[in-house]
């Protein structure tokens, strides 16, 4: 080491010292901070800083590798100029800048999402208006922008300054062999280093993300953001898969399924509404005490409420995708977000055929996460925040107009379609529930912008004037609502896939074709407008999972999954799939709204074919539309 640090090469070598200090210190920090949420003892916390010391050391010879490169090429007459001691000052001090802004940033990321860096974090790169407006509206930037830069500046000063002002003497070829070793060492890295490899062996989330390193995880997510299934996961034969999918779900041997209606056919207008981030842990009628949803309370007690009923995923994009396709998550990025998106069936096209006017009303704009396309190509008419008025805001923030806003919009949009003597189905999707949680003054007795329970209070209280304001409209007796969330406000668990941290509301209300009734089968997302359309007496046919879960012969069982990680929940146990072809099985020995315990368990053959079953099919199904939209597109 000595000999590399010699020279400018010393440079390198303080640089990346710093950078695996800071490193440490994050990682103790947020030891810290899930101290009571770790299951490991002093040996394990041991291995859980060694191993992430590993992901510093091939973080840190990723990001030097530029460093390193322009040190080995710049001249020695050059180097040791004043001119270019100021350049490699200004080098440096954006680096240490760039380390302390990073770190900051995974502060944020953790106190949202429980996690390093992730896909997420890949997704919200795409999208930088909203994310730095996002943030900007929800922190102090300008301070913390401004403290970084002077501690920056310190740091610069302390680490680098003497060895900066040193003299190099040294010849190319006396540089390239101190710095060899580190070289070699940057190759090895970038061909034969596997992260997940280096993750400790623990079921524990935190535990594992607190050895990882966020910038090392953020590229890796950003390299492996699509997942192919049969690469990754565990398979089965097509022939016995789909054997098992007609036994489990009714699917023919053309990959659909028929649905008849016991009920009357019943044509009714149809308003969703999405609402973001509504987890049932906030909701009154399922135990919470702070009565911030007054009005969906009520609404749930005059319709029929699914209480046992859980998301697909813990985004958005996934939420929709479960409602329009009804099918399990797919590992990777959302069909929602995916090219050629409009080739599966979908319940869009359903109610199309139907005759309904089919509009997507968005409160923001819906170019993000590629909500325009993937609605206008099944159907819908595009109503986002571009078409808003100056004079129908009356508040907005980074994400959207306010909640009460958006409802205005949408009765505008229900009257026209009345008017015009078409039954309609209205998708709406809110966003006053997402940070920076701001909504108009005096409308709540709880401060704009003081956290996710006043926005939670919000979001219910335009829900509650909307449901108010439609009583008058002349539709109202002919219009069926439902209120379902697009995912659980928080993802973050000490287990993979937490449960209690899925569980959201469904209410369909109609006072003149609903009894009020309180249902709680198991059911998923998925199962959403499938229950709506038999309500409706509406039959279909197509490549949906969902079922009608007042059907009486209705299968209890509920997806859930992340990006990676694929489940099903059925008859008190957790069944997941991960991608390195293993199938795993917990039992459920507690579940609550704020916590879930999970118990290890033996798999037989059967409930190992059913998980697979259901979730390579799904793949299978999705890749065969596509090529089916191929040979669609050339045709027409």
């Known amino acids: 080491m000595y000999r590399f640090a010699k020279g400018r090469m010393r440079i390198v070598s303080l640089a990346f010292s710093s950078f695996v200090i800071l490193s440490f210190l994050l990682r103790a920090f947020f030891l810290l901070w899930v101290r009571n949420e770790i299951d490991t003892d002093y040996t394990g916390i041991v291995e859980i800083f060694a191993r992430g010391f590993l992901y510093d050391i ?9 460093l390193l490169l322009y040190l080995l090429l710049v001249p020695r007459k050059i180097y040791n100029g004043k001119v270019h001691r100021i350049i490699l000052t200004l080098i440096l001090y954006s680096f240490i800048y760039s380390i302390l802004f990073s770190l900051v940033s995974e502060y944020f990321f953790w106190e949202e999402f429980g996690k390093r860096f992730n896909f997420i974090a890949v997704d919200y790169l795409v999208y930088t208006h909203e994310v730095v407006k996002n943030i900007w509206e929800s922190y102090p930037v300008a301070t913390i922008m401004f403290l970084l830069a002077l501690l920056s500046a310190l740091m610069t000063y302390l680490i680098f300054s003497k060895a900066i002002q040193e003299r190099d ?7 390239t062999l101190r710095s060899l070793p580190l070289i070699v060492a940057i190759v090895l890295t970038l061909f034969f280093v596997d992260g997940e490899s280096m993750l400790p062996e623990s079921s524990n989330v935190y535990e594992k993300e607190l050895a990882k390193n966020g910038i090392y995880s953020l590229f890796h997510a950003f390299r492996h953001n699509e997942l ?12 016995k898969l789909f054997r098992n999918l007609a036994k489990l779900e009714g699917f023919d041997d053309k990959r659909a399924k028929q649905f008849i209606s016991s009920n009357p056919k019943r044509k009714k207008n149809i308003i969703v509404v999405m609402i973001e981030s509504m987890s049932a842990k906030y909701m009154g009628i399922y135990g919470n005490d702070k009565k911030l949803t007054p009005n969906l309370d009520r609404l749930a007690k005059e319709s029929l409420f699914f209480d046992n009923l859980f998301a697909t995923g813990t985004r958005t994009v996934r939420g929709m995708e479960a409602l329009i396709l009804s099918v399990p998550p797919t590992p990777g990025r959302s069909i929602v977000k995916r090219p050629r998106n409009d080739t599966m069936d979908s319940f ?32 819908f008419n595009i109503v986002d925040r571009k078409d808003f008025a100056s004079e129908e805001i009356s508040f907005s923030n980074v994400w959207g107009v306010c909640d009460e806003d958006l409802f205005k919009k949408v009765l505008k949009v229900a009257d026209r379609a009345y008017a015009s003597h078409r039954h309609f189905f209205n998708y709406i999707m809110t966003t006053s529930n997402h940070r920076p949680y701001t909504y108009p003054a005096g409308k709540i007795d709880i401060e704009s912008g003081s956290g996710r329970d006043g926005a939670v209070k919000y979001c219910d209280y335009s829900i509650g004037r909307f449901i108010r304001e439609a009583r008058k409209r002349a539709w109202f007796k002919d219009t069926v609502f439902v209120f379902v969330a697009d995912h659980n406000g928080g993802s973050a668990g000490k287990t993979s896939l937490p449960l209690n941290r899925y569980k959201i509301p469904l209410i369909i209300y109609s006072p003149s074709l609903i009894k009020p009734r309180r249902v709680s089968k198991l059911s998923s997302q998925i199962d959403t407008l499938p229950t709506l359309l038999d309500i409706l007496g509406i039959d279909f046919k197509g490549k949906f999972y969902g079922r009608s879960i007042i059907e009486d012969s209705f299968r209890p069982r509920a997806f859930i999954g992340n990006y990676q990680k694929l489940g099903l929940v059925e008859g008190g146990a957790l069944y997941y799939l991960t991608p390195d072809k293993k199938v795993h099985k917990k039992i459920i020995e507690s579940l609550s709204l704020n916590r879930v315990r999970y118990g290890d368990a033996n798999m037989s053959q059967i409930e190992r074919e059913t998980l697979i079953s259901y979730y390579q099919s ?19």
């Open 228 to 239: 192919d299934y049969e690469s990754f996961y565990a398979t089965l034969p097509h022939e």
């Open 618 to 636: 799904a793949s299978v199904i999705y890749h065969e539309s596509l090529k089916r939209g191929k040979i669609d597109q050339k045709v027409y």
């Open 348 to 379: 869009g096209k359903v109610l199309a055929k139907e005759g309904y006017l089919e509009n997507f009303i968005y409160a923001g704009y819906g170019y993000f996460d590629n909500m325009n396309d993937f609605f206008s190509k099944n159907g």
């Open 58 to 66: 091939v973080t840190a010879l990723y990001l030097l590798s530029p």
């Open 169 to 175: 003497e040294g010849t190319f070829a006396e540089r």
